[in-house]
């Protein structure tokens, strides 16, 4: 009888030890960085969807907003906030190929049992090498509604309900931090949602505008509203998330 | 997400009585995930291929065992014991507030047949909080799936005082469901929903339902679930 008692205490001590482990490791890690590069491949476009009660087609849209600078503004930012404890240095890296990596299979398993997608790109697309960690942010998906589909990134989303209907700007992204030599991720996390969350519950920065956003007919790009409710949504959200992740010490 | 509802069912399918039990609700998503719609027969499943607007993968459903001796229409009848039926599904968003949705599942335990529901919801949201669906459903079952809660063999015809009955498989019921849930804020949700079915086939014809029970089956339900975030470092 007391050879179970014994199995079990065996196996929650061992349980403890290893997370223990896991969490040092981390924690470990992270103290040892001197030096980050960053990388910012979140901007390049802006996506118009429709959900909730909407026609029979409902395709998203994208326009480039590139010219917008936002990658610039989050390198910017993220290098203020992280300043206090690691020593910043600037890297050059191809947007294009961190903007366009396709992060997720359609075989769910497949994204459990894969290597990081970035990986290789943070090894080869990156200079200069040798710096002790490379901190990469990238778009992130969420779902939308009370189906599947996906917005990702930067993006604009009118939800079409019996009585109204809803505009809401998004900013979904993801932060991971890759060991400088090794490559492996030290941390990953999507920014979560602000405070005042959009009515549309999106699993990232979001929040609910009035018709006086709405793109008219013509380039969004050239709509200094717009642009200017990301750029507050990008701001307030990455220093909570740098903050959340144990990187920068203050909000 | 947990959660605590009451359902008032049938006593036993085909059963002309109903009663209220209490349900727990439970689910786990992955972190930065949204809840997605689901219907109240959807049986626990997970998407291992994810298109978007179509979805597959594996999926369970328990099927309680039945007592002979709960109920005295079941007299005679002998106990049925509880089933697993584990299979898979596969659900197509056309647009988003319509969804179909199709599961197969092998019975082991109670029963070993074969089930398959089709379903399809309408989904309205009428304010951003408050959301209505609504649609038909329609059920086939083999007859190793049919027969130990229908069929009536010699030694239970003799026991029970019914007619001996042959139940094959089939087409074995057609319905339709509704459900409303309300947002009361980010965490709170409460909901409501009515199922109805109409068995069909040697399911409807089984003396047990002609003779003791009912064709229509009738469920009603309610909950409300709380939502949060474990963050695990």
Partial sequence: MRTPRVSLATVLVAVSVSACAMFETRETKLQAVKTVGIISAVGDEITFATGGLTGLNNRSQSFPIGSWGLDDLIVQQATAALNGRFQVQPVTYERDAFATVEKDSIVTPVNVIRGDPFKKLVQTQVSPQGLDAYIVITKAKSNFGGG????????????????ESYNQVHALYEIRVFDGKTFDVIEKMTAPPLDDVGVVRLAGPSRTIDESFTPSAGNPAQNEKLHAAITDLVARSLSTTLSDMHLADVR | MVGVGGGYTPDFEGAKRSMLSPV???????????????????????????????????VGKFVAARKANSYSELNGLGDVNAAVELGGFVEYFPVDWFRTRAEMRQGLGGHHGVVADFSADIIVPVIQRFTISAGPRFTWESTKATSPYFGVDAVQAAASGLPAFNAKGGAHSVGAGAQVSYRVDPQWEVHSYIEYDRLLGDAAASPLVTLRGSANQTTIGMGASYSFDVKIR
């Fill in chain 2, 24 to 58: 727990p609700i439970f689910s786990i998503r992955r972190a930065g995930a949204t809840e997605q719609f689901r219907g109240p027969r959807d049986g626990a499943s997970i998407a291992l291929i994810d298109f978007g607007d179509l979805r597959a993968g594996p």
């Fill in chain 1, 148 to 163: 599947s589909r996906k917005v990702e990134g930067i993006g604009f989303l009118t939800y079409g309900t019996v009585l």
